[in-house]
């Protein structure tokens, strides 16, 4: 059985202590995608979740977008209000961070989508995942 965990919130001071929970993936956000690949890859090459196989990429929630080093973003203002090349970009660095890490990425919103948000905008994300994503590449 494959087991996916989504603690709920902000964990930057905390993911040693999630990742060691032995799930297979997390759910994650709204986080520095960095930080995030940065530790999970730390706990499974130093063997203490030898089960961790993929992240969630929250676009609008897990990019850069919501760290201190740029201005803050609310929860998914970027699926709601932006537009669908920076949905593309968003999701483009997410993807290519964590399949940096040697993980596979499950890219989706953080918990929830806001009333309102435009369907292209979630089209370009599946556009996004389809074009750069390679598992599907390295499947095939």
């Not at 435009?118 to 074009?131: E, V």
């Amino acid at each position: 059985m494959k087991i996916i965990f989504h603690p709920c919130g902000n964990w930057h001071d905390r993911l040693d202590l999630v990742y060691q929970n032995q799930a297979n993936g997390y759910f994650l956000g709204p986080m520095n995608i960095d930080l995030c690949v940065q530790k999970a890859v730390e706990m499974r090459d130093t063997g203490l979740n030898q089960h961790l196989k993929f992240l969630n990429g929250n676009y609008g929630a897990a990019t850069k977008t919501s760290t201190a080093d740029r201005k803050p973003v609310p929860y998914a203002t970027t699926l709601k209000n932006g537009t669908p090349e920076e949905l593309i970009e968003e999701s483009r660095i997410i993807i290519e961070t964590v399949e940096g890490g040697n993980l596979r990425c499950m890219l989706g919103p953080n918990c929830w989508e806001p009333k309102g948000t435009a369907y292209i905008n979630r089209d370009a994300t599946i556009y996004a995942a389809r074009r750069y994503g390679s598992y599907l590449k390295k499947e095939e």
